[in-house]
């Protein structure tokens, strides 16, 4: 069947404009009263101590009635869909608001967030799919194709797009866009993510990996990997970003902080005791921490007496102006730096923690490892620390990382907005649809890599895999601008741990979580060897 080009769905979509407008009108109902419904139940909890049972039967009436309601409208805007003649991607949205997104997120905490998008490909299309999350129509690319249509195609057919949790939780970015706050940071990044500037850090790196051992794990028969991996890369973002490397300092808004990393993806309901009501609690008390430190910095820099002011990146943006000539305000600094260290330690914590997993599970391949990081360390004096020319000679250890990456994604995927009417495989993606990509659809598509489940780092030899099928850092001019960064934190910290330890698994067959990045259900517990 001949597929409609974009003109003529324009034309044919202006030709039914009032029915278009009905939807429309439509939609925004029934997501306003799906959004009545929710404070409503929320209302009704608090409630149930403190109104009789009269009043609580008459809510719980009414509770029903508007349920009821929104299902018809939803069935009726889904009958204008159907008869507007818009060939939209196969699939189903699901339930009313929440769409899918219960099942998403449900998969990941089995420890298979594969699971979702490979049964909607072996039911629907192996290209695209629809389905709606987090409250959001959505159209799921699938394959090395859709990768490349959203990574070559930015701010032409889509943009980045974060969900309302993000917003709320950043909050300086409602004055603008969650969009226009992440262009600035990228902008900003170049200066400091340059090959120059990190060839600087290898050996600060090295140092905290090796005062992180030495307190934490050389003292100790066991320990749990998950919460020292993030400490170790916590304790490096606070020492680039922000030139602070006193452990009491740092561990002062570490739990804080980790309670805000873990809930700025979850579902946005502000009610107490959610994971996203206790993220932006945290936020304001990591921010207040972030502005006091940013205020004494401020001063330092105008006194010209910041000895760290050429090193780290929250002077850079202190000293730096935007493309109108103004430097940027506290808040916008507090909210940026926040933004750096979740993704500065959040995803590096959890490749390490996987690391350490996979070499505990193949002995052939940690005696590899270790064979390639004693070469290194023979090439180095007493005493000193590692540099760039080491890191270029981890190349085994690296690719073993990358297959860690490719079985264990710390990035499950992103986000995209349709920022026009466009169609791809046969069918319409309509404006403000968002459009998801995913890690999983190529990393364990055998098509791409034979025999998926296999650990074998040989794939990243010679030339690698096919472009756009191993996407741990995303694509196009939204791909990971730390992407070296991370490079160089885990290869220090595997060079220092390999050459101290050996080790094995305490619970053989512990769980994985993905929520919403892979971790063991229990973090990890090895019992260490020492070398």
């Not at 003109?7 to 959004?35: A, H, P, W």
């Not at 389905?131 to 194709?145: K, S």
């Not at 051992?213 to 680039?240: G, I, S």
């Not at 992103?414 to 990509?437: M, Q």
Request: aromatic content about 10%.
């Amino acid at each position: 069947m001949r597929t409609a080009s974009v003109q003529q769905l324009i034309t044919q979509e202006k030709k039914k404009g009032k029915r278009k407008c009905l939807m429309v009108s439509f939609d925004l109902l029934y997501s306003n009263l799906i959004f009545c419904l929710l404070f409503s139940a929320i209302a009704s909890i608090q409630m149930i101590m403190q109104q009789s049972d009269m009043e609580l039967l008459l809510l719980s009436f009414l509770l029903l009635m508007a349920l009821s309601l929104s299902f018809w409208i939803r069935f009726f805007v889904h009958k204008l869909e159907k008869s507007s003649g818009i060939n939209l991607p196969p699939g189903k949205m699901g339930f009313p608001f929440i769409g899918e997104s219960l099942e998403f997120l449900r998969m990941g905490r089995k420890g298979t967030p594969e699971r979702f998008i490979q049964d909607r490909m072996a039911k629907y299309s192996t290209q695209i799919f629809k389905t709606c999350l987090l409250g959001e129509p959505t159209a799921v690319v699938c394959g090395a194709a859709g990768n490349k249509l959203l990574f070559s195609n930015e701010n032409k057919l889509v943009t980045s797009w974060w969900p309302r949790s993000v917003e709320k939780i950043f909050p300086s970015s409602l004055q603008t866009s969650t969009k226009e706050e992440s262009m600035k940071t990228r902008k900003l990044l170049p200066a400091f993510l340059k090959p120059e500037a990190l060839q600087k850090y290898v050996g600060i790196m090295d140092s905290i990996a090796k005062w992180h051992l030495d307190n934490h794990w050389d003292l100790n028969e066991t320990v749990t990997v998950f919460p020292l991996a993030k400490q170790y890369t916590f304790m490096v973002a606070c020492r680039l970003f922000l030139s602070i490397d006193d452990p009491k300092h740092i561990a002062k808004f570490a739990n804080p902080f980790h309670i805000l990393a873990a809930g700025v993806m979850s579902i946005p309901i502000n009610f107490p005791g959610t994971p996203f009501n206790r993220a932006i609690k945290a936020a304001d008390s990591v921010r207040k921490e972030l502005r006091a430190i940013i205020k004494q910095r401020k001063i330092q820099v105008l006194a010209g007496k910041s000895s760290s002011s050429k090193h780290d990146i929250l002077s850079h943006m202190l000293t730096t102006t935007d493309e109108n000539g103004q430097f940027l305000n506290e808040m916008d600094i507090a909210d940026k730096i926040l933004g750096l260290l979740i993704g500065g330690h959040d995803t590096a914590s959890a490749v390490i923690t996987f690391i350490i997993k996979y070499l505990a599970e193949l002995p052939q391949v940690y005696n590899e490892v270790l064979k390639e990081q004693m070469e290194v360390a023979a090439g180095k004096k007493s005493g000193e620390m590692l540099d760039w020319e080491d890191i270029q000679k981890m190349k085994y250890s690296w690719n073993v990382a990358n297959e860690v990456m490719r079985l264990a994604p710390p990035l499950q995927g992103s986000f995209r907005e349709a920022i026009t009417d466009f169609t791809y495989a046969g069918f319409s993606i309509p404006k403000g649809w968002k459009l998801y990509w995913s890690t999983n659809a190529t990393h364990k598509n055998p098509d791409y890599f034979p025999d998926p489940e296999k650990f074998d780092p040989s794939r990243f030899e010679g030339n690698g895999p096919i472009p756009y099928t191993y996407v741990p850092f995303g694509g196009g001019p939204r791909m990971c601008p730390g992407k070296e960064y991370a490079r160089l934190e885990i290869l220090v910290f595997i060079h220092n741990v390999v050459r101290r330890f050996s080790w094995y698994k305490l619970h053989p067959n512990e769980d994985v979580i993905v929520d919403p990045m892979p971790m063991p259900a229990k973090g990890l517990p090895i019992r260490l060897r020492h070398h």
